[in-house]
Each structure stands twice: as C-alpha cells, then as structure tokens.
C-alpha cells in the first residue's frame, strides 16, 4: 500500500512540477512519510519516477488494448472509431498521467524519452499489426501499400486527437471527434473500396 502511495502522490507531483521540480520530500509530503521511507522501496528518484512512467505507460496501454479487444468482432469501420474515440476519453479522463507524459518528455533526462520512444514503437507496432489483419481479412484483394497508407493515416489521425484530447474544450473535442472519425472513413472508403 505504502509503495503505490507513494508512486500515485509522485504521479501527481510530476504533473504540477515536472521532473526537475519534483523532489523526494514533495513526494513524501503528499505521502504523508518521511522521506526517508522512500528509499527503502526505490533506489533514488531516478527509480522512483520509471515506476511512475512505466504505470502511466502500462495504464495507456490496457485501456487501448481493453478498447481493442471489447470490439474485436464488431464491424471494421466500429473497431476503428471507437479506438479513436477511446485516445480521447483515455488522456482527457487520466489528466495527471498525460501531464507526467508531456513533462518528461520536456525534461532533461534522455532515458525516460528513449522508455517513452520504446513504448511508442511497441504500441503502435502492436496496433498496426492488429489493425492490419482486421483490413487484410475484410479487404483480402487489396494491396500492401494501401493497407499500410490507411494505417499511417490512421496514426496521423489518431495523434491529433491526442493532442487536441489535451488543448481543446469539451465541446470542441466532440466535434473533433466526429471529424477525425468521418476523415478516417473517407480515407478508408478512397484507398480501400475503390477498384
């Protein structure tokens, strides 16, 4: 109990304060311990924040996957649709793990880019393969290089939204939404259900 405390309250410190402005004793004040007590479960703050990323990074990863797998046999236009409506309700409902994200990605420290970069590329690689089999069972007739255009689309799309998941209001980001979702249909209707 007292380790997941303390990385849930340095979760939040990083996400006021950032890397460079999280200390250990902020994180043992909002855990209500001495600071000392930290370091019998982590190493150093170096340590202490991986775990913070790496739940961060582990949670964004489950919802996706838990998203992918609830629509598994829907049709394919609905398994795409509601994986870009999950990147929004993801980030916008975990606010203090997407702050942590942005802040260690703006902080000095190369290894939580490159844990962060390693994560991307295993993410969206296990994505695309999923997606890619989802188009190649419905589209068996189509091409390599459409399967793969759609697909980078697809990630373009997404990577607005999460974006736009952080800037905009509530009422904006529904629209984007809807936008994003009616640019993703078109792309797959263009390079997929043309002959």
Same mark, same amino acid.
């Given at each position: 109990?007292?380790?997941?405390n303390?990385?849930?309250?340095?979760?939040?410190?990083?996400?006021?304060?950032?890397?460079? /402005?999280?200390?250990?004793?902020?994180?043992?004040?909002?855990?209500?311990?001495?600071?000392?007590?930290?370091?019998?479960?982590?190493?150093?703050?170096?340590?202490?924040?991986?775990?913070?990323?790496?739940?961060?990074?582990?949670?964004?990863?489950?919802?996706?996957?838990?998203?992918?797998?609830?629509?598994?046999?829907?049709?394919?236009?609905?398994?795409?649709?509601?994986?870009?409506?999950?990147?929004? &309700?993801?980030h &916008? /409902?975990?606010?203090?793990?997407?702050?942590?994200?942005?802040?260690?990605?703006?902080?000095?420290?190369?290894?939580?880019?490159?844990?962060?970069?390693?994560?991307?590329?295993?993410?969206?690689?296990?994505?695309?393969?999923?997606?890619?089999?989802?188009?190649?069972?419905?589209?068996?007739?189509?091409?390599?290089?459409?399967?793969?255009?759609l697909?980078?689309?697809?990630?373009?799309? /997404?990577? /607005?939204?999460?974006?736009?998941?952080?800037?905009?209001?509530?009422? &904006?980001?529904?629209?984007?939404?809807?936008?994003?979702?009616?640019?993703?249909?078109?792309?797959?209707?263009?390079?997929?259900?043309?002959?």
């Amino acid at each position: 109990m007292t380790k997941e405390n303390i990385i849930n309250s340095a979760l939040q410190q990083l996400a006021i304060h950032g890397y460079e /402005g999280t200390t250990m004793k902020k994180i043992a004040e909002a855990s209500n311990i001495k600071s000392a007590s930290i370091y019998y479960f982590f190493k150093n703050k170096e340590d202490l924040v991986n775990n913070v990323l790496l739940k961060v990074l582990s949670g964004h990863f489950k919802a996706m996957t838990d998203e992918y797998f609830k629509y598994e046999n829907e049709e394919l236009k609905v398994r795409f649709e509601t994986l870009l409506e999950k990147i929004v &309700r993801h980030h &916008r /409902g975990n606010q203090n793990e997407t702050a942590v994200y942005l802040r260690l990605m703006e902080s000095n420290n190369t290894d939580f880019k490159m844990e962060v970069e390693q994560y991307l590329k295993q993410y969206n690689q296990w994505l695309t393969e999923k997606l890619y089999r989802n188009i190649k069972d419905e589209y068996t007739c189509k091409d390599e290089t459409a399967i793969k255009d759609l697909l980078e689309t697809y990630m373009l799309i /997404g990577n /607005g939204l999460f974006w736009g998941s952080i800037i905009y209001s509530d009422s &904006r980001i529904e629209k984007e939404i809807v936008h994003a979702k009616n640019l993703f249909n078109l792309a797959m209707m263009n390079m997929l259900e043309e002959e």
